[in-house]
């Protein structure tokens, strides 16, 4: 409840979704990831990909994962903010190498287009926050 009503608290700018609609869409995100990413990764473990390829889908979900604690366990906007950058710059770094690394494997690229749109449209509501409860 604490985190609820701090959050609820933080100044928006007048573009941001309702809360109700974060569940259903990382919902969806979050299969596409799962697919994609386990694609990748048992590509990378059986030898037909570098894992080099696999590193910044792992660090993806890392900072990915991250993010909740931090928004909402440690309250902190700014680390936040830092954290959704890594996670859409490790989305974007994951995408070219895979792009790059593995041709029959750029379906990935297109299926991940819904998070990345997702994620940069997060990170501008998330710098909107920060700058507007700083």
């Known amino acids: 409840m604490n985190t609820y009503n ?3 608290q933080l100044i928006k700018p007048t573009w941001a979704p309702p809360g109700w609609l974060f569940g259903p ?12 990413y386990g694609t990748v990764f048992y590509k990378a473990f059986t030898g037909k990909i570098s894992l080099m390829v696999a590193l910044p889908f792992a660090l993806n979900l890392v900072f990915n994962l991250a993010f909740t604690p931090i928004q909402f366990g440690l309250q ?3 680390l936040a903010a830092l954290d959704i950058v890594l996670v859409v ?4 770094w994951a995408l070219v190498a ?19 749109l997702w994620g940069m449209f997060a990170t ?6 920060t700058y507007l409860n700083a």
């Not at 790059?100 to 299926?111: H, N, T």
């Not at 501008?124 to 926050?129: G, P």
Request: glycine share 0%; net charge neutral.
């Open 6 to 8: 701090w959050y609820s």
């Open 25 to 36: 869409v990382w919902t969806v995100l979050y299969a596409i990831i799962a697919v994609t």
């Open 124 to 129: 501008a509501l998330q710098l909107s926050i």
């Open 89 to 92: 710059a490790t989305l974007i």
């Open 76 to 78: 902190n906007n700014l």
């Open 98 to 116: 895979v792009w790059q690394a593995a041709p029959d494997l750029r379906w990935v690229v297109y299926a991940n287009i819904p998070y990345l």
